[in-house]
Nanobody, 123 residues
C-alpha cells in the first residue's frame, strides 16, 4: 500500500492560481504513474489528470483545459504536482492523488485514499 499526502489547497479568488502537491511512501511514488482525482460536493470522485512513472507522458480528462491545468512530478522529491491557473468556481472540490498503472493511468493500484486537499474558488 502506498501512503499519500495531498497539500497545497486553499481558498482562492476566481482567476487565481494554486499548486497542489502529492507526496508519499512506501514504496516511493516514483515507482508508479500517479493520477489526480477530485470530488465536488454532491458529486462522485472523478479522474482529472495523470502522469507516467517516468514523468514523460501525461493524460488529462476530456473536460479539463490543458492550458489551465498542468501535472508534473519531481523525482528527487518523490512528489507529484498539479499547477492550476485561471481557476473557476466550478473547480471547487477536494483533490486526491493515487497511484495508477503506467500503461493505463486510470487503473488504480489500490483502493485506499488519502485525506485530499480542499480547493475552494470564490467568485
Amino acid at each position: 500500500q502506498v501512503f499519500v499526502e495531498e497539500s497545497g489547497g486553499g481558498l482562492v479568488q476566481a482567476g487565481g492560481s494554486l499548486r497542489l502537491s502529492c507526496t508519499g511512501s512506501d514504496p516511493p511514488l516514483n515507482n508508479y504513474a500517479m493520477a489526480w482525482y477530485r470530488q465536488a460536493p454532491g458529486a462522485e470522485r472523478e479522474f482529472v489528470a495523470a502522469i507516467s512513472r517516468n514523468g514523460d507522458r501525461t493524460l488529462y480528462a476530456v473536460y479539463i483545459d490543458e492550458d489551465r491545468f498542468t501535472i508534473s512530478r519531481e523525482i528527487a522529491r518523490n512528489a507529484v504536482y498539479r499547477q492550476m491557473i485561471r481557476l473557476k468556481v466550478e473547480d471547487t472540490a477536494v483533490y486526491y492523488c493515487n497511484p495508477g498503472d503506467d500503461r493505463d493511468y486510470t487503473l488504480l493500484q489500490q483502493d485506499t485514499w488519502g485525506q485530499g486537499t480542499q480547493v475552494t474558488v470564490s467568485s
